[in-house]
């Protein structure tokens, strides 16, 4: 069976309001998953504490610590 490329797990409790402003702001973005909308506003707390830097990711790319592609800061992908 192939290793997860994201072993660790983190459970959390929302309120009702947290889990409906999850879900809207989710689907504004066009968010693939909760799971990515999370992620995507974990990193984007993160960045702007200064702890991570790096904007403008495809749904795809949606993690805390970066990305694979490269990027040209306007939000789409540059080889």
């Known amino acids: 069976m192939a290793e997860l490329e ?18 809207n702001w989710r689907f504004e973005q066009r ?8 992620r995507e506003l974990l990193r984007r707390g993160l960045a702007a504490e200064g702890m991570l830097r790096g904007q403008g ?11 694979r592609a490269k990027h040209d800061g306007n939000g789409s992908a540059s080889d």
């Not at 072993?7 to 879900?23: K, Y």
């Not at 968010?31 to 999370?38: I, K, L, Q, Y």
């Not at 990711?57 to 990305?67: M, P």
């Open 6 to 23: 994201r072993p660790e797990r983190l459970q959390i409790m929302l309120s009702a309001e947290e889990l409906t402003a999850l879900e």
């Open 57 to 67: 990711l495809k749904s795809q790319d949606f993690g805390v610590l970066g990305s």
């Open 31 to 38: 968010m693939p998953s909760r799971a990515a909308a999370v």
